[in-house]
Structure formats: structure tokens, C-alpha cells
């Protein structure tokens, strides 16, 4: 039977790099898919992974309707065996809807990718509801790691390589170390440790006090029995 299946992890983890594979293995083996994405970091109507892999795309902007987009496709003569979906934690609720009305209307697999939560750590509507209705969640096991070396479990919106904590949901950067120097909107994934203490690689690299050591009082202690 066919599946909603939602994978899913913190930005640089492979979700984009797993989507193409999935695409090649099974065009490999005869099978024809419908690709769509959304705020891709190469542009409109494009699906990328950071290891320079790109491959065309159908825009899924709001208001784009899913299973209506399949079913105009399929009476049109289109084949469809599966659809991947990248970028899925930019997707309203009611896209979600529609992706699973594909798999249970239409008997059509869809594949899912996106990252879970924002960076203040909220979830992302679409995300949220892929959770709620997917046959299958799944945790992408390539770990990306914090600055100082710890599973990476969050996302940073840096400015200048420091972290912001206010702002849109959806404002579309990359992880590219040139961000900081541009000053421009970037992310960085951090541990949650590090994450809470807004440290980030720029900011421990500048010698920033780390919270994780205590002030200690200048002054002299006592002498014993003075």
C-alpha cells in the first residue's frame, strides 16, 4: 500500500541529499516521480543538496494545491509511481492534507523531507502536521554536529555569525561560513546547550565568555582562623 513517509532532521543532516537518492533509485528501475519544492536555497524550481547536486523541481508556493496538481496530471495522461516533496516544513497544514489525500485517494507514495523546527525552536506548521498524519517519521541518522563537536539537535538564525532569536518564520539562508562575513541573515546548527546560551561558532571564535564557567570573586578568601 502506498505511504506518507516524512524524514526529517536539523539542517545539514542529508534530507535533500536522501531526496535526490531516492529519486535516482527509482527512475533507476523504470519508475516515473513528480519532484516539487519550496524556497530552495539555488531558487524557484529547483531541488539542491549541499553536495552539489541539483535536479529540476515543481514550486510548491502557497496556495498550490497538491492533490489537485496529481489528479490534472494523471487525467492529462502523466504517470506518477511516487512524489517526493523537499523543503516540507515550509508546506501549510492544508498542503499536508493534500499530500495525504494523494497517497490514500490516489495510491501514490509521497516522500517528505524538511526540518522539524524553526530556530526558536517551535515547529513549523508543515512539519507539525506531517507528524501527526504520517504512516512513517523518520530521524535522518547522518548527525551534523555543533561547533564545539556535540550532535547539532538545533537550528540557529545567525546575523554576522550571531545568534537571533526574533524575526519571520521563513526567511531562507544557508549554513555558508561566508554569511558571517557578509553580515547577512545565515543558520548555524548548534547543540541544545549552545543553543540556549546563544553561542555560536563566531561568537565562541571572538572569545566570548562561555556560560558554562562560572565568575569568580575577585577577592582574597579569608586566611583560616583570621
Known amino acids: 500500500m502506498a505511504e506518507l513517509a516524512f524524514f526529517s532532521g536539523t539542517m545539514d543532516c542529508g534530507k535533500s ?11 533507476a528501475r523504470g519508475l516515473q516521480g513528480l519532484i516539487f519544492t519550496r524556497d ?8 539542491s543538496s549541499r553536495l552539489g547536486l541539483i535536479t529540476e523541481a515543481i514550486e510548491a508556493a502557497e496556495g498550490f494545491d497538491f492533490h489537485a496538481h496529481l489528479v490534472k496530471y ?11 516533496a523537499d523543503e516540507a516544513q515550509f508546506l501549510s497544514p492544508e498542503q499536508v492534507d493534500q499530500l495525504a489525500r494523494v497517497v490514500d485517494d490516489l495510491g501514490i507514495d509521497v516522500f ?10 517551535r515547529l513549523f506548521p508543515g512539519s507539525q502536521r506531517l507528524v501527526e498524519l504520517a ?12 561547533w564545539c563537536g556535540a550532535r547539532a539537535t538545533h537550528n540557529a538564525r545567525t546575523v ?9 518564520q521563513v526567511v531562507v539562508g544557508d549554513v555558508a561560513a561566508a554569511a558571517a562575513e ?14 540556549r546560551r546563544r553561542l ?7 572569545g566570548a565568555l562561555s556560560p558554562d564557567v562560572l565568575p569568580v570573586d575577585s577577592a582574597p578568601a579569608p586566611s583560616p582562623g583570621g
Open 112 to 121: 517528505a523531507f524538511g526540518i522539524t523546527t524553526d530556530f526558536r525552536t
Open 74 to 84: 494523471l487525467t492529462a495522461g502523466g504517470r506518477a509511481d511516487y512524489v517526493i
Open 135 to 146: 504512516d512513517r517519521v523518520e530521524v535522518l541518522q547522518v548527525e551534523a554536529l555543533c
Open 160 to 168: 554576522g555569525g550571531r545568534m537571533v532569536v526574533e524575526g519571520a
Open 17 to 27: 541529499t536522501l531526496a535526490l537518492q531516492i529519486e535516482h533509485n527509482r527512475s
Open 200 to 206: 555560536t561558532a563566531v561568537a565562541a571564535g571572538a
Open 182 to 195: 557578509r553580515g547577512t541573515v545565515g543558520y548555524e546548527v548548534l547543540c541544545r546547550r549552545h543553543h
Open 40 to 47: 530552495d536555497r539555488a531558487g524557484e524550481g529547483k531541488l
